[in-house]
């Protein structure tokens, strides 16, 4: 059964390549930070979603894969969750994108 929460996911403003998101679960904070492996353009999604199965899998540090741009980020983590949003501004051109994140809570 596919679960989801609503958050956001962000660029890291002045940290190229760095991201931050956060999802509220029965009131709990569940964060991702992370980095790509390439140079992304500052971008936010302040309606994203975050799909996942096993609140498990929001542990520990992770490898993603996917893709920011024109419209919309969308990253699909190697176990599990994925992570996808509709950007305040459009990015173009879009970037293919991979690396890894972190989930914390709070």
Known sequence: ???SAKGFIRSVPGASGRFSSSFSINKVLYNA????GTTVPEFVSNNATLRYDDIGDLTSTRSFSGRI???DVELVFDIGPTIKGRLNMPISPPSTVS???GWTQN
């Not at 930070?33 to 790509?36: A, E, K, N, R, V």
Request: net charge negative; aromatic share 8%; no cysteine.
């Open 99 to 101: 690396g890894s994140a």
């Open 1 to 3: 059964m596919s679960l």
């Open 33 to 36: 930070s992370g980095s790509f």
């Open 69 to 71: 741009g024109s419209d």
